[in-house]
């Protein structure tokens, strides 16, 4: 079964908007992290927010969010007033604390297409 | 801090061929990690290090093999090489606590034919 789940191969919205791009994910463990990473065309990957599953409060960087809902398991991303800049992949991604090496588990990634 | 390095960053191998993918970082982070990132999709572990002389199976190990002689260093080596292990190959590094983040080098991009 996927452990983390990204439903949208594609987003399409205008500057200015903002938008979601949706995560959920799936662990039997109590202490995990969620992370959102950013894949711009020239292909590095960009930390962009972290969100632990003990925080109480949704995690914010600027303008992202995340939207954690722990009881059905989905760590939405939303980007306020998207910019030009934000025509990227997005994935979402868990590192669960009992798993060995801590690696990250990916989504497969969804693509936002930000137009003027 | 020049974080976490890789080079090359492009190569074209033969099939059968044999390279290794070298990944360096300076940030002193105990666990380090490769990826590989199939076209359209996310990105896959291949081996993981907790420390120097540690390393361990991801989840596609199969055609690679890795060595973790110092915190610093973590090389990655492609035996006879096949077209299935096309694919933009990534390192990174962390901390070990699950809040950590992961850094991430700039990738390496390799086509095999």
Same mark, same amino acid.
């Given at each position: 079964a996927q452990k983390i789940t990204q439903t949208q191969p594609g987003m399409f919205v205008q500057e200015k908007e903002a938008v979601t791009l949706d995560c959920t994910y799936d662990t039997s463990d109590? #202490?995990?992290g969620l $992370?959102?990473?950013?894949?711009? #065309? #020239? /292909?590095?990957m960009i930390f962009l927010i972290y969100q632990g599953s003990y925080d109480e409060q949704n995690a914010t960087e /600027?303008?992202? #969010?995340?939207? $954690?809902q722990k009881a059905r398991k989905s760590a939405n991303l939303v980007i306020s007033a998207s910019q030009l800049g934000d025509s990227a992949m997005y994935f979402c991604a868990m590192r669960e604390a009992n798993q060995a090496g801590t690696a990250l588990i990916f /989504?497969? /990634?969804t693509t936002l297409s930000v137009s003027s | 801090n020049a974080g976490v390095t890789q080079t090359p960053k492009f190569r074209i191998l033969k099939i059968g061929q044999s390279m290794t993918l070298? &990944?360096?970082?300076? =940030? *002193?982070? *105990?666990? =380090?990690?490769w990826y590989r990132q199939d076209p359209g999709m996310g990105l896959k572990l291949i081996y993981y %290090?907790?420390?120097?002389?540690?390393?361990d199976k991801g989840e596609v190990p199969n055609g690679y093999n890795v060595s973790r002689s110092t915190t610093e260093d973590f090389p990655l080596r492609?035996?006879?090489?096949?077209?299935?292990?096309? %694919?933009?190959?990534? &390192?990174? %590094?962390s901390y070990p606590m699950a809040r950590n983040e992961q850094y991430f080098g700039p990738g390496t991009r390799?086509?095999?034919t």
């Open positions: 109590q #202490s995990y $992370f959102w990473y950013k894949q711009p #065309s #020239s /292909g590095e /600027g303008r992202y #969010s995340l939207n $954690f /989504g497969k /990634g | 070298q &990944c360096t970082q300076d =940030m *002193n982070h *105990n666990y =380090m990690y %290090s907790v420390g120097a002389g540690i390393t492609l035996e006879l090489a096949a077209p299935s292990q096309t %694919s933009v190959y990534f &390192c990174a %590094s390799l086509t095999v």
